[in-house]
Structures are given as structure tokens and as C-alpha cells.
């Protein structure tokens, strides 16, 4: 299989964060307007992306130091979101699970999160109708002190705007060295039992296999973002095999961050030996200079494996947090 044969699959994206999957020019020429917030000697032309792996997780974060700075205003929230919907049409991508935190926009625009969120959500669905895409929302919330203040804030706005149902699930992103306070478990847990979204946790990606098992026990996840940690533990693997929870393998993503070294062979290969769940998605691929097709033939270098990736997109419908996929 080669990257001709990727792009022609038919797709469906379950870990793909907005900000990573807009094109850089689009981000840069947004950016223009505030090039004096930009720390000091962040270059436009060669700091928005990664194309090598990272020395350390704040180096690989180097994006987000401008990245944060927009939109400014809701044309140009939408101008991001049709460059990442137009980034999906030409990977063949029938459905998709964009993820944002939000509490930014409000911040940088002087708005209500939920005004922020409403201009969110009305952009994905205009885009969505507009490319032929269905999408859903996952809300992120990083981990530190705020968590549970900001997930508050989101499920606050999202009542308020009357539970959309475009908002399909709950994430929580961030290094994992970091400790959100213990009540964030416990708010995930009471948003999937009282809201019916879904959860998904970035976990055991540059951290330990504890931290995916905190994650199904505590906060309730029904699929976990990386993952990579979880081969060094059977009884680990075992416990998502017979729980059904889905691992959101990212190829490129893995090596960018280091959470993988380059001397090593990708876990993805003992997860297809013991059978966990798992997708292949693409996480930030613009900033990867990369595209979910070439996360495919990551995948199919790493493992020879054809035949899962055939089958890619009946397995990312099953593991979707969007409801009535056809
Ligand atoms: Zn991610």
C-alpha cells in the first residue's frame, strides 16, 4: 500500500485538534495582525510547525505560544475552521471529531464561553454542510489547577445553548506530570452520567500506564488519546480488550513528541498482536507538515498490516462518539 492508496480510503477522524489541523499560511496570516504578543524571537515563518522530534514537550508546544493569540474575531474562527474542514475533504474524511478548549476564544474576543462556543459550533456547522463532513465537538479541558473551573464554564455554556448535539464528548489534554485536583475525575464522570457525552483522556502518552488506568477507572473514559504506555502492562491491555475502550493511535504525532524515540519500533505493533481496540488519527497534522494518510502509511511501515486499515473505517465508526453514523 502506498500513500496514493491511503488517500483514497474512505476516512473518519476521531483525535484531531482544530488549532493543529488549520493550515499554517491561514494561522500566519492571521497572526500578522499581533505579530508584537508573539514571544520574544518566535518566528512565523519557521515556529508554527514540527518536522522533527522534539527535544521536550514544551519544545514540541512551540505553536501554541502564537497559536493561543487568535481568532480574533468570529470571521476569523471561521476562516480556521473552513481551512481545517478543507484539510479533512482532501484526506477523504466522511466524519470527524474536532476538539478545542474554548475558554481562549472567550478570553482573546471579550465574550461569554458561551457566546464562544456558539461561534464555534455554528461555524463547524456551516462547514460541515458546506464540505459534505459530518462533525462533532469534543471539549477539551488541559490539566492543572483551573480544570475544574474551565469544565464547569464549558458545561455551563453548553446547557445554556441547550445541549447541542454536535458537542459529542469530554477530553482532558495536557502533561501528564501534571495533576488536575482530584474533583476533575469525579465532574468527567458525573458529565458522561448526567449529560450522556463521552469521554476521551490523553493519557500514557509521555506518562505511565497508571495514568490510562486513572483514566478508565476514575474519569469514565471510553477511549484513550495515545496511549503508547499501555504495552508495558498486559493486565493493562486486557482490561481495555474486554471494556471495549478504543486507543486513538497517532504514528506521527508519537515520534514529533518523542513519546516514542526513533530507535524504537511504534507500540501500534503489540496492540495489533493483543488485540486492543484502536484507530489510527492524526492529532495536530499541519503543525506535523503531515496528513492522516501519511499517519496510515506510518501505521503500514510499522506493522505490514493492510488489512486493518481496509477495514480503518468501519472500525472508526464503531469507536465514535458521534451518534447514527451511517
Ligand atoms: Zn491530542
Redesign the pocket.
Known sequence: MDLFKMKSLSKGEL?V?LNGLAKTNILRSLLESCTDELPKGFSLSSDLTRSTPASSLSDYLKPWQALRLIPRSRTDLSKIVDSAFAELQRENVKFVEL?NSIIYISLLNGITVQESLEWLLQAIDELSTKYNITAGLILTVTRGEYAPEHLRALLEAYKLLGRPKSVVGLDL?GNEEVHPPTETASLFRKAKDDEGLSITI?AGETGKPLNIEEAIHNYGADRI??GTAIIKSPQLMDLVKEKDICIEV?PV?NRLTNAVAENESHPVREMVEHGVPFVICS??PSIHCSSLSEDYLEFYNETGNSELLENMFATQKKYSFIKGLK
Open positions: 483525535h485538534h476538539r489534554a490523553h488519546g495515545h497517532c504525532s492529532d495536530n
